[in-house]
Structures are given as C-alpha cells and as structure tokens.
C-alpha cells in the first residue's frame, strides 16, 4: 500500500492508512491550537470525531456543493466568534471548497481530511457560487497547508459516489495532457493518475458483485484498491493544480453553479463527450489515454465504456438537465475565452451537450 510523507512545495502531503491519528500533530506542526472542524452535514459525526481528535473549539457542518459565497460567510463568522486560528476541512470537494474559501479569507491554517476523490485539496484553485453563477479563481494563500490522506476514510464510501469521484478525478488528468502549459513531468502524472484509478475501479468492482449504494467490500483486496483510487486522485490533483483545465471543466463549472447539477456525476457524464469533441485536435494526449486504461478502444469510448460497465452515469438528462437547457448553457460555457485543444464555438459546446444530455453512444 502507498505510505510516504513529503513536503511538494509550500504544501505537506502525509499519505496511508489509518493517518487519522496524526490530525492533531500536523495541526500542531502549522501552528494550530483553536481549530474548527468543517464538514457537510452528512459528514457532521466524522468532523465530530475528528474534533474531538484535536481538541478543536468547535465544528461548523454547512458545507455544500459548488461552494456557496453565503455559507462562507457563515463559516467565517463563526470562525471569528470562536477566535480560531486553523481550519480543518473533513469531506470531499465540497468541504474542501469551504475551507479553502476561509482559510484564503482570514489567513488561518489549513488541513485538509479528504474522504473522497476530488483531488482539490491539493490545488490553488477554489471555485465558488453566488447569484447562480460559479467562478473560479486561483491564488497561492487558496493552497491548504497540509493534506492527511486516510485510506481508511474510503472504505464505506458507497459504490456510486466512489465511482463518480473517481471519474471526476480522471478529468483532471485528461485535460491535464491537453493542457497548454503541460509538460513532461505532468503528462508522466497524469498517465499514472489514469491508469491508478482506472485499476482501482476496476479491482474494487471485481471484489463484490453488491454495490448497491451500501458502500464497497470489505477485505484486504478492496483496501489496495481503495489505495491505488486515493494514489491516483493525488496524482491528477496535482495536475489540476499545476496546469490549467479546458472546456470539460468550464461545462462542469456552468452545470453546476447555474443548473444545479450534482458535481461528481456532471464530470462522469460530460468527459467522454468532451474527449470526443477534442479527440482531433489532441491525438497525443488521446493515445496517453488509451494507453493509461489498456485498450484499444478511442479513449472517448473507452472512458464511456468503462462508466457504463461499472454502472454509472451516462446522461445529463438523468442529473435534472434538459434538452431545452442546451443553448443557455452553451452561451455560458462560451461567454469568456480559454484555452482548449479545439477553437470553442457556441453550436459546437451546444452538439457537445445534447449528446451528453441524450447520453448519446461514442
């Protein structure tokens, strides 16, 4: 199983199994001595916890999806009332986006306790929600100061979610190989995060036939697995940190702050009909691609095919979205420029999403 602790710039990552334990002293190493604990409200009984881990003042459980300015508001002024100088954020990217929202707001200290795939917590990038619209920006203080990776944390996390999680994190690495600031080392990242979660999806899967939303099996086997998933979000993390992202992640983005869509499932759903809308223009990253997963199929296809061979989700029309959203959200998706393999038109983002809202095959 993966174990190491290293230091990868300003940022401390310590990465095993049962690391929980070691909260209190990397918040004790940032110079943390009143801390509040962040979570959503399903993860309020594991931010208790962990509170009471670190003798921590107190928790704040409102953490939700695509980072709302509002609930940031909240959260620091409940971090003001309890004169707290760290923050220690338990969950996934929602949880994450919350603390990264505080801690780059009032300067305190950020560790983050990841129990998902996003991948964020080890990116300068935070992107929040306000009047139905999300966006992103990207500063060095937005960077936690410390990263606790806990494959423990994972075990019960339910099929589903683990899936979507997992793809999600995948997208960081795609783009990541598109990118036009990419290099050597990135692309060496970004194979690996490809080929770590696809492996990891693919093992956990084979373990047990009962992924009903109950959570993945138990055992040693479903423990490398588990391993190998958090390795590989890791890795594409720290692509999404270090390159930058193209029109998978502005569609997510624009289906997310302004449509309402649940984020890990947008990203399973809309990356291979992305893939396939800049497959011409980026057949090098597209042949990493394939490589990554052992295929031979288009790596649009491939990543469709193994989605819907794992039982997730294929179509935008089943998240809530609607045909009739299509041109709304292809002139969000293309009211400012950025950078992308393909030239991004309105009636090209718009054929993109009615693909993926029909869940059209590749």
Not at 122 to 135: F, I, N, R, W
Not at 137 to 150: C, G, K, T
Request: aromatic share 4%; glycine share 12%; charged share 20%.
């Amino acid at each position: 199983m993966h174990t190491f602790e290293r230091q990868v710039g300003p940022q401390r990552i310590v990465f095993g199994a049962g690391t929980t334990a070691r909260v209190g002293q990397e918040v004790a190493r940032l110079g943390g001595t009143r801390v509040l604990v962040l979570s959503t409200p399903e993860q309020a009984d594991l931010a208790q916890r962990v509170a009471t881990l670190v003798g921590a003042v107190g928790t704040f459980s409102r953490a939700a999806m695509h980072t709302p300015l509002d609930v940031t508001q909240e959260a620091l002024a409940r971090a003001e009332e309890l004169r707290v100088d760290a923050v220690v954020s338990v969950g996934g990217g929602s949880t994450t986006g919350l603390g990264k929202a505080v801690a780059s707001r009032s300067g305190l200290a950020h560790l983050v306790l990841p129990t998902t795939y996003a991948g964020s917590e080890v990116t300068p990038v935070l992107g929040e929600t306000a009047d139905g619209e999300k966006v992103t920006r990207s500063a060095p203080e937005i960077l936690p100061d410390a990263v606790v990776y806990d494959v423990d944390l994972t075990l019960t996390l339910p099929w589903a979610m683990t899936l979507t999680s997992a793809v999600n994190s995948m997208a960081h690495a795609v783009e990541a190989l598109y990118a036009v600031d990419r290099t050597a080392e990135t692309d060496a990242r970004a194979s690996e995060a490809i080929g770590d979660l696809a492996g990891g999806l693919r093992a956990l899967h084979a373990e047990s036939d009962e992924h009903d939303g109950a959570g993945g099996p138990e055992g040693e086997g479903a423990r490398e697995a588990r391993a190998d998933l958090l390795h590989g979000a890791w890795l594409a993390g720290t692509c999404l940190g270090t390159v930058g992202m193209g029109l998978h992640h502005k569609l997510c983005h624009v289906l997310g702050g302004s449509f309402g869509l649940p984020h890990a499932p947008t990203h399973t759903v809309v990356l291979p009909h992305a893939m396939a809308h800049n497959a011409d223009a980026a057949p090098e990253a597209m042949a990493a691609v394939t490589r990554a997963l052992g295929t031979d199929d288009p790596a649009p296809r491939a990543v469709q095919r193994l989605v819907a061979g794992l039982g997730g989700p294929t179509d935008l029309a089943g998240l809530g979205f609607a045909e009739p959203d299509v041109p709304r959200a292809a002139e969000l998706a293309t009211a400012r420029p950025y950078p992308n393999p393909r030239e991004v038109t309105r009636d090209g983002v718009a054929a993109l999403l009615l693909h993926a809202t029909r869940g059209d095959d590749l």
